[in-house]
C-alpha cells in the first residue's frame, strides 16, 4: 500500500508526464489558452488513464509477456507475443476512449458537451500511449500500483495543463517580443516550470 | 483509382519541389504545425539517439502517407482514426525491431519514445491534412518533407545539447582536456529536460524575427 501512494506521488510530481517526459505536448500547447478548456481536457485525460494503464497491465500480464499464455494451455509457455504490444495498446486505448465517450454521452450530457471534442483527440495523446508504454517498462508489481500510476499520471498532466493554461491567460497582458508571442513563450515558460517541479527530485515517502 | 495522372506533372515540379521545401522552413512541423514535440524534446540529450529517432521518424511518415494515400478511397470516414493508427502501429512494429537488431544500444536509450511513434502527432496530422487528400507521389514528398523538417530540429537540439553539456559528439570527445583544466566546465543544465524546453523556444524566436509573416496575432 505504501508502495502504490509512493508512486501514485512520483507520478504527479517527479516523473511528471510533462515536465520529466514531454509527454502529450501537443494537445498540451494547443489546448492550454484558456483554464476552462484546460480543466476539461485535464479530467479527461485523467479519466481515461486511469482505466486505460490497468487494463493494458492485465493485458501485458496475461497475454503479451513471454509465457504469459499458460493460463490457456500450458503448450503455449514459450510463445512470445512482445512485439505486439505497441498494437495491443493502441487498439485498447483507441476503443477505451470511444467507449468512455459514449459513457458519457449518456449519462452526463453536461460533461460530454464541455468535453466533447477533447474526447477523440485523447485516443493520439502520447501521454496516454506513453503511460502504457512506462508501465510495460517499469515492471510494476501488481494490480493496485498501476491504478496508482495511472491516477498519478494522469493528475500529473491535468496540474500541468492547467497550470500554463492559468500563465497564459495572464501573460497577455505582459509586453513580449513579438517573435516569441504565442508558441515561443510557451515553451521558455514550460522550461522554467520544468525547473520548479525538479526541485521536488528525491521526495520519498 | 487510376495511376495514370491526366495531366502529367514531371516528378519533381515546382509544386512538388514546394512540398519537400515548405516544411523545412515556413511550415515546419515542430515550429510552426507544433506537431510531434513530445519526442523532439526526449530523445535529444545525446546527438545519435536523435538521429536515429529522426530517421524512424522520417522513415514512418513517409510510408505511413504512401500507404494511407493508396487506401484513401477504401477507408470509411467513421473509421478512419482506428486505421490510420493500424498502419502506423504495423510500421512502427517494423521500425521497433529493425532498430533492436541492428543498433540495440541506441534503442535501449530511446525506450518508450520508439513506441510513441504511433502517437506522434506529426503523423497522425500528416494523415489527416494530406495523405487523405491526395494521390501517392506527392503524399510521399509530403512525409519526406515533413521528417526532414523534424530531423534537423532534433539533430540541431542534439547537436547543441551534447556539446555543451557533454563536450562530446557523437560520443566522441569534442572539447579537449586542456579546456577542462583552464577552467571550463559543461553546462549541466543542457542535459536536464528543461532546457530542451528553452532551446525549442529560442529556435522559434529566432526563426519568427526572421520570419516576420510568422508572428502570431493574440
Same mark, same amino acid.
Given at each position: 500500500m505504501q508502495e502504490s501512494i509512493n508512486i501514485f506521488i512520483k507520478s504527479?510530481?517527479?516523473?511528471?508526464?510533462?515536465f520529466a517526459y514531454f509527454l502529450g505536448m501537443c494537445s498540451y500547447l494547443a489546448v492550454s489558452k484558456s483554464v476552462k478548456t484546460a480543466v476539461g481536457l485535464g479530467i479527461a485525460v485523467i479519466f481515461v488513464q486511469v482505466i486505460t494503464v490497468p487494463v493494458n497491465y492485465l493485458l501485458n500480464k496475461y497475454m503479451l509477456t513471454p509465457g504469459a499464455l499458460t493460463w490457456i494451455s500450458p503448450q503455449l509457455a514459450d510463445v512470445d507475443l512482445n512485439f505486439l504490444s505497441f498494437i495491443m495498446f493502441i487498439a485498447v486505448i483507441a476503443s477505451i476512449v470511444q467507449l468512455v465517450e459514449m459513457i458519457i454521452e449518456k449519462f452526463s450530457p453536461a460533461l460530454y458537451n464541455s468535453l466533447g471534442i477533447f474526447l477523440p483527440l485523447i485516443a493520439v495523446n502520447c501521454a496516454?500511449?506513453?503511460g502504457s508504454l512506462f508501465m510495460q517498462e517499469w515492471e510494476f508489481e501488481n494490480f493496485g500500483q498501476t491504478v496508482a500510476f495511472g491516477l498519478g499520471s494522469g493528475i500529473g498532466w491535468a496540474l500541468a495543463i492547467i497550470a500554463i493554461a492559468a500563465i497564459r491567460e495572464k501573460i497577455r497582458y505582459s509586453a513580449i517580443?513579438?517573435?516569441?508571442?504565442?508558441?515561443?513563450?510557451?515553451?521558455?515558460?514550460?522550461?522554467?516550470?520544468?525547473?520548479?517541479?525538479?526541485s521536488f527530485l528525491g521526495i520519498k515517502l | 483509382m487510376s495511376k495514370q495522372q491526366k495531366e502529367r506533372e514531371s516528378l519533381f515540379s515546382p509544386r512538388y519541389r514546394k512540398l519537400i521545401r515548405?516544411?523545412?522552413?515556413?511550415?515546419n512541423p515542430i515550429t510552426v504545425q507544433v506537431l510531434g514535440i513530445c519526442s523532439a524534446l526526449a530523445v535529444t540529450t545525446k546527438l545519435k539517439p536523435a538521429f536515429v529517432m529522426a530517421l524512424s521518424v522520417t522513415v514512418v511518415v513517409a510510408l505511413a502517407n504512401v500507404v494511407i494515400s493508396l487506401l484513401r478511397n477504401g477507408i470509411p470516414p467513421r473509421i478512419r482514426i482506428i486505421v490510420q493508427l493500424t498502419v502506423v502501429a504495423a510500421l512502427v512494429i517494423l $521500425?521497433?525491431?529493425v532498430l533492436k537488431a541492428f543498433v540495440y544500444d541506441v534503442s535501449k536509450q530511446l525506450s518508450v519514445f520508439v513506441g510513441l511513434i504511433i502517437t506522434n502527432c506529426i503523423l497522425m496530422g500528416r494523415l489527416e491534412a494530406f495523405a487523405m487528400a491526395n494521390k501517392p507521389w506527392p503524399a510521399f514528398l509530403d512525409g519526406i518533407g515533413n521528417g526532414l523538417g523534424y530531423s534537423w530540429i532534433l539533430i540541431a537540439l542534439g547537436f547543441?545539447?551534447?556539446l555543451f553539456g557533454?563536450?562530446?559528439?557523437?560520443g566522441y570527445r569534442i572539447i579537449p582536456q586542456s579546456f577542462y583544466e583552464a577552467g571550463y566546465s559543461n553546462n549541466g543544465l543542457l542535459i536536464l529536460p528543461p532546457a530542451a524546453l528553452?532551446? $525549442?523556444?529560442?529556435?522559434?524566436?529566432?526563426?519568427?524575427?526572421?520570419?516576420?509573416?510568422?508572428i502570431e496575432e493574440y
Open positions: 504527479i510530481f517527479i516523473d511528471n508526464m510533462i496516454i500511449l506513453g517580443p513579438g517573435p516569441l508571442r504565442g508558441l515561443g513563450i510557451s515553451f521558455i515558460l514550460t522550461g522554467l516550470m520544468a525547473i520548479a517541479f525538479m | 515548405n516544411p523545412l522552413s515556413i511550415e $521500425v521497433d525491431q547543441f545539447r551534447e557533454n563536450g562530446t559528439l557523437w528553452i532551446l $525549442v523556444g529560442t529556435i522559434i524566436w529566432i526563426q519568427r524575427s526572421r520570419n516576420r509573416s510568422l
